[in-house]
């Protein structure tokens, strides 16, 4: 069955602090991969996407992603977080063949920065 | 442009009554879903409508839950009778046909007491 699996459930960082975020995937074929973030109050928003091409992927607010084949992993990285950064992330994978398929969500990661 | 709406934002029932969620997609896109998202995990796809006609219902209750999608636009998901384990946070998504991105609505926190 298709899974997705985030590794940390509760990561507390300091400002400054490079962050990185586990995510693996468990499906065989292509595959659509996706970051979410949830702001206190706020509603579901992308952050990046990888379909296809360069596996690095760069999104908003200096977010990427590396999307490793090999390892059916797709990681969250961030030089320095910021206390804006706190939120909970989730990884997402779809099927690759439909860009209009449901989302297999990982259970998330909260991410507390402190000042 | 506006974007995904739902209501209400959070509704308190007791067991056994019935409930309804309503959606309003963001102009334009073809592609609907309803997510659940129970307290600690990630969201759970429930239904998608392309337009009007379902293109997965697996994971749907059907015994219990029902949506739907006339005209193709707005969407209701509806259940009855609730159960207490589906105390939960309900989504609505939508996508533009072909760009794979979905934009999600505040979503509608569910109590069942």
């Known amino acids: 069955a298709q899974s997705v699996s985030q590794h940390n459930h509760h990561v507390i960082l300091s400002e400054a602090a490079s962050l990185e975020l586990g995510c693996n995937y468990s499906?065989?074929?292509?595959?659509?991969l996706f970051w979410y973030v949830q702001y206190p109050g706020q509603h579901l928003q992308l952050l990046l996407k990888y379909f296809s091409g360069d596996p690095l992927v760069k999104g908003i607010k200096g977010f990427e992603a590396e999307f490793i084949k090999s390892k059916f992993s797709f990681n969250l990285r961030k030089p320095s977080v910021q206390w804006s950064d706190t939120a909970e992330y989730f990884c997402a994978a779809q099927h690759g063949s439909s860009n209009t398929g449901k989302l297999i969500f990982g259970q998330g990661t909260t991410l507390q920065v402190k000042p | 442009e506006a974007g995904v709406a739902q209501s209400p934002r959070y509704k308190i029932i007791e067991k056994r009554q019935s409930v309804a969620f309503w959606c309003n997609p963001i102009s334009g896109h073809a592609t609907l879903y309803w997510y659940q998202q129970i307290l600690g995990q990630g969201p759970k796809l429930l239904i998608q409508f392309q337009n009007n006609g379902v293109v997965d219902d697996s994971q749907l209750p059907k015994d219990r839950f029902s949506a739907e999608r006339l005209k193709g636009v707005d969407s209701t998901l509806k259940i009855q009778p609730a159960k207490l384990e589906d105390s939960a946070v309900y989504l609505c998504a939508s996508s533009r046909q072909g760009t794979g991105e979905q934009y999600f609505g505040p979503g509608t926190r569910l109590t069942v007491t």
């Open positions: 499906y065989g074929g292509t595959v659509n």
